[in-house]
């Protein structure tokens, strides 16, 4: 798989890779090693952003409008949920699943179990974004960043909607995701410049990494043949 037929990527906590291929419409499943496992088909209708657990995957079916709730080793559909102009992100965290919707300006929680709404927070998204990423903190709070935004904005929310936090990144800081690692550090990827971020309270620290910028390189190269 090359990285144009990607659209997606999460990790449990295995390690084992879960990637989203929108070409295909099917979730491939590597070992932490590299090596293809299975793939599964993924019953989106072209992108879809994915979230893993130990039990199950969830997708954002983009185009579909809805989340589904997929079995881990088999595939199978285990639960819907509807509601959404576009679902452009997702997250897994203590047996619930955080969904924003930019366009409808909010976050939806739901049970990971059978798919019931939990709650929706509203957003108070400022600006011009293309979409929104979202990232469970696991303390009752949120992260969420407006992806490919001049506005280059990370908030803060509780699980009840309160804005906790805004925090703005450096002149020309356009988030695209967000993740966490095992040690608790908040990572920003930015890929109109190539680089990574920490988030350390108030501050977004940049940290340039030349073997990503490589990789997106020979990538476009690819597609200009």
Known sequence: VSPGDVMDIAVNSSGNIYLTDPKTREIHIYSPAGELVRKLQGHFKENAKIAVDNKRIYLADMQGNRILALDSEDGNILWTNTGYL?????????????????????????????????????????????????????????????????????????????????????????????????TGDIVVSDDSNYSLYYVKDSLVTPLQSSHLKNLFENDRKKKMH
């Open 86 to 182: 576009v679902p452009d992100s997702l997250d897994v965290k203590n047996d619930i699943v955080f969904v924003s919707d930019k366009d409808k300006q909010f976050v939806r929680l739901l049970s990971s179990g059978d798919g019931n709404v939990i709650n929706d927070v509203k957003l108070g998204l400022s600006g011009y974004t293309y979409g929104s990423t979202i990232l469970s903190l696991g303390n009752s709070e949120i992260l969420l960043a407006q992806t490919y935004s001049r506005d280059g904005l990370l908030q803060k929310y509780s699980f009840s909607g309160n804005l906790i936090q805004t925090i703005r990144g450096p002149y020309g800081f356009s988030p695209a995701d967000l993740a966490i690692t095992s």
